[in-house]
């Protein structure tokens, strides 16, 4: 069964960020409709995921790709504040962030050093801050 669907997808598109992206979001309004009891909301979760299927089918590389392409486009910075608050979070159990009183720069200091004296790398401007 696995081998059928391996020749089947050979020369389609696949998945890529944008399919993602419409499942995802199909399914979420699909949910949104079930509470909200919006038959159009229903219809419209179908129209995302069936959209989705199609590009995951196809045999057309490149209409496939230019879509994908405008899509990271039109969404990259969105993308990169998400990306920026999953790191920031990735780091808040071992780094304080300050930011310089002059310059509003950020400065990442280690947690668990004490009252130390901080100096900004951008203005040379220093503070004590608790790490």
Known sequence: MKEKFIRFMQGRYG???LTKFLVITGVIVACLSSISKVRSLYLLAWVF???AYFRMFSKDYAKRSAENQLF?????KLRCKFAGWKRRLGQIRQYHIYKCPSCKQKIRIPRGK?????RCPKCNETFVKKS
């Open 15 to 17: 998945a890529d960020s």
């Open 49 to 51: 995921i069936i959209f």
């Open 72 to 76: 990271l486009k039109k969404t990259y």
């Open 114 to 118: 004490g009252k130390i004296e901080i």
